[in-house]
C-alpha cells in the first residue's frame, strides 16, 4: 500500500468560532495538525491582546486530552486599532500576526478596515516589529464583479502597500487566482500565500453541479478551471511562498442551505486527506511535506514539528455531518463520500 510520512503539518489558517462550535471542531484540527493560525472573525471580533489570550484559553480547553497542539493567535484589525496593544501582544506571545479585512469582504468582517489608509501607524508598527500582516485580498465595491475582486485587489492595494512598507511581511490569505499565484512569489519572501484544498479541488462548476451547492460556497468564491491549474502548479511548485492553509470554515448546515446561505467550507475532518490527493494526482508527493508542515513554519519563523506522521492510500468514509451539541450540524468537506487517503494506525 502507498504510504507518505512527513512532520506533522501546520494550517496557517482556520476558523474555530467559539462555544459548541469551538469544541466540536478544535478536535479535528488539533488531532491532524501541531499547530493552526486562528482567525479572528468571531462576533466581536478578536481586537485585544487580552481578548486574544481569553480566546486562546478557551480554544486550548477544546484540545483533547493527550493531543498536542499550538494555537496561534491573530488580531482583527479595524480604523481604531492600537498600534501599542498590537505590539505588546505580539511581544508577550499571544498575537502571532494581524488580520486584515477588508470592510464587508466576507464573514463578521462589518467591523474591517474600511480604507488601507486608516492604518497606516498599525502598519508601520508591523513592519518595524516584524509582525506578519494577513490579508483577505478581495475589493469591496459594488462595481467589481465577484470573480475579479481578487485580482483588483491585488493591483489597487496589496502592490502598492507593499512597496509603501517595503519591510513588512504580508500572507495573501487563501489564494484563488493566477494572478494571485503570480504575484505570491514575486517579492521574494516577505510575501506568502496559503491555499485551501477546496481551490485546489474544484472550479466554479462545483457550485452548480445538477443544483446550487451551498456547502461549496466560499469567499474568495471557486473561480475558473486556469486558474485552479494555476493554484496546482504553485502549491506543488516547491517554491517556500506557497503554505497550506485550511480555512476551513464551520457555518451551520441550516445556515447554509438557507435564502442567504453563509460562505465558508468546513474542511477540517479531511483537510489533510484532500491536500493528499491533490498532490497524488499531480505526481507530487515529494513536495507534500513543505508545503504542509515547513513552508508556513519558515515564513513566520518557527520550528517545524518534529513528529512524524504517515498516511496511507487507503480509503475512509466521510461522516454525513458533525452533531454540535443541541444547536445543529457542520457538513465538511466530502460529506456522506470517501477520502483516498487516512491516517496510518
Ligand atoms: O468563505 C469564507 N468563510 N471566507 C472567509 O473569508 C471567511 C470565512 C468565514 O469566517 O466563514
Ligand atoms: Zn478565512
Redesign the pocket.
Known sequence: MQSLTFRRPSDLHV?FRDSEVLEAVVPFTARAFCTATV?P?LVPPVRTAREAAAYRDRINAAVPNGVRFEPRMTCYLTDQSDPQDLSEGHKAGIFTAAKLYPAH????SGHGVTSIDKIQRVLETMQDRGIPLLI?GEVTRHDVDIFDREKIFIDEILIPTLQRYPRLRVVLE?ITTKEGADVASSFGNRLGATITPQHLLFNRNALFDGGLRPHM????VLKREVHREALRKAATSGLPNYFLGT?S?P?FQHLKEADCG????FSAPVAVEAYLQVFDEENALDKFENFASVFGPQFYGFEPSSTLVTYVKKPRQVPASVQVANVGSLKSLFANDEVAWSLAG
Do not use: E, K
Not at 105 to 108: D, E, G, L, P
Open positions: 476558523h482567525m472573525n469582504a466576507t464573514t463578521n483577505h487563501h460556497y466560499c469567499l474568495p480555512d470554515a457555518h453563509c460562505a465558508g467550507v
